[in-house]
């Protein structure tokens, strides 16, 4: 069964926008801490955001103010609207789920790609 599924990557000028889009299992929902996580070449991994099944949510200094995390409870989906991309956003993006934000996670989607240019 796979739990998280990413979408949205693509392609895009600098300052412009992305929606990526988490659709995890019902029970992923519901249940856990949800995160967004960058990988870019040669780089560690990145925790940007997170989110819990409240609605509560947490940044990276990185992307505070420019990146929004939120639920859409109808869809079992979480979003990550990201605004002024920079060359530097540019990575793999990847969905993942830990039982407690801050525990670790338990579950990783694929990744989708983001690549921003000039």
């Known amino acids: 069964q796979v739990e998280l599924v990413e979408s949205g990557g693509g392609s895009v000028q600098a300052g412009g926008s992305l929606r990526l889009t988490c659709t995890a299992s019902f029970h992923i929902f519901n249940n856990y801490c949800i995160n967004w996580v960058r990988q870019a070449p040669g780089a560690e991994r990145e925790g940007l955001a997170a989110?819990?099944?409240?609605?509560?949510?947490m940044y990276a200094d990185s992307v505070k103010g420019r990146f929004t995390i939120s639920r859409d409870d109808a869809e079992s989906s979480i979003h990550l609207q990201m605004n002024n991309l920079k060359l530097e956003d540019t990575a793999m993006y990847y969905c993942a789920a830990e039982a407690t934000c801050g525990a670790g996670m338990d579950y990783w989607g694929r990744g989708t790609q983001v690549t921003v240019s000039s």
């Open positions: 989110i819990e099944s409240n609605g509560d949510a």
